[in-house]
């Protein structure tokens, strides 16, 4: 994969994680096989320009072609228009899932775990519910979410469940002890002074 490919690859794996979305999501959104995104955020394969399209409009992204002296402009607008967007798409995701966790939790049955285990896993959800995790932390969620619907007798494995409750304990404490974020740059370009480097 060329270098200007890999940077398009990494953008849409930013664009993916900021939305937090999983590449099975994206997958089932854009009709494109999760095992061809996955290669193609790692860099291993191109892909073609219709998968392109199809995932760049499945993230609410559109592909554009842009003179390249413009580049630095439109980056900066795109930043400063998705800063706030990008907040508000990944604390809802973070906070449907983490209510679907609770119910999930609230309604399963572990034998031989002291309730004092599943109240802890609760008061770490509350945390999370406050916060903005991240594309890897919101899997950890997702994840524990399929291990609790697939318990169909509604009892699972306390060991499963401790292994679980530990990741959302580990993603509590990184978003809790986080640094706070850096606010974003002020723009240095405009596109309305561009006209006068070609006169």
Same mark, same amino acid.
């Given at each position: ?23 099975? +999501? ?70 449907? +899932? ?102």
């Amino acid at each position: 994969m060329s270098h200007a490919t890999a940077h398009v690859a990494s953008a849409f794996k930013a664009a993916r994680e900021r939305k937090a979305i999983s590449q099975r +999501e994206l997958s089932a959104r854009a009709g494109v096989p999760q095992a061809q995104i996955s290669r193609f955020e790692s860099g291993a394969v191109d892909i073609r320009l219709s998968s392109l399209v199809s995932l760049a409009r499945a993230l609410d992204l559109e592909i554009e072609l842009v003179p390249r002296k413009a580049v630095s402009a439109v980056e900066s607008i795109v930043r400063s228009a998705t800063s706030g967007e990008r907040n508000s798409d990944a604390i809802r995701a973070a906070a449907i +899932e983490v209510s679907k966790l609770t119910k999930a939790i609230k309604a399963v049955h572990v034998p031989d775990l002291p309730s004092l285990q599943t109240d802890k896993v609760l008061a770490n959800l509350r945390v999370l519910e406050r916060f903005q995790p991240t594309a890897a932390q919101l899997e950890a969620i997702r994840k524990f979410n399929d291990v609790l619907e697939k318990a169909k007798s509604l009892s699972i494995d306390p060991d499963v469940f401790v292994r679980h409750a530990e990741m959302i304990e580990q993603a509590r404490n990184q978003l809790a002890y986080a640094p706070p974020p850096a606010s974003l740059p002020k723009p240095a370009y405009a596109l309305d002074d561009d006209d006068e480097d070609d006169a």
